[in-house]
Nanobody, 124 residues
Framework: EVQLVESGGGSVQAGGSLRLSCVAS????????MAWFRQVPGKGREGVAA?????????EEFAKGRFTISSEKAKSHLTAHLDMNDLKPEDTATYYC????????????????WGQGTQVTVSS
């Protein structure tokens, strides 16, 4: 069973930066695709960025140029980061880390494992 533990959320002013991290452990296959999603109350969960095991990266349009997804492999776990720059009030949301052994695209339905979420609040 894959476990995902997120960290790094918080409150910043518009224009500021945050780094979110997600540690994935417990996977057996040796490969894992990871992604970040976000959700605001009353709306569905939307994709932000994804990084596949082979390093291929996908960004949603609003994240291009401001957000950077990366990953680090260790012997027993995998860590995914989301560096967010030039944050805007509309980026305020709960951010979720997601993982799957083989995600085809950046869609909630493609990911089996989910973190607990971390809150990001951007004030104007």
């Amino acid at each position: 069973e894959v476990q995902l533990v997120e960290s790094g959320g918080g409150s910043v002013q518009a224009g500021g930066s945050l780094r979110l991290s997600c540690v994935a452990s417990g996977y057996i296959s040796g490969s894992l695709d990871m992604a970040w999603f976000r959700q605001v109350p009353g709306k569905g969960r939307e994709g932000v960025a994804a990084i596949e095991d082979d390093g291929e990266i996908t960004y949603e349009e609003f994240a291009k140029g401001r957000f950077t997804i990366s990953s680090e492999k260790a012997k027993s776990h995998l860590t995914a980061h989301l560096d967010m720059n030039d944050l805007k009030p509309e980026d305020t949301a709960t951010y979720y880390c997601a993982a799957d052994v083989s995600a085809r695209w950046l869609s909630q339905s493609e990911y089996q494992y989910w973190g607990q979420g971390t809150q990001v609040t951007v004030s104007s």
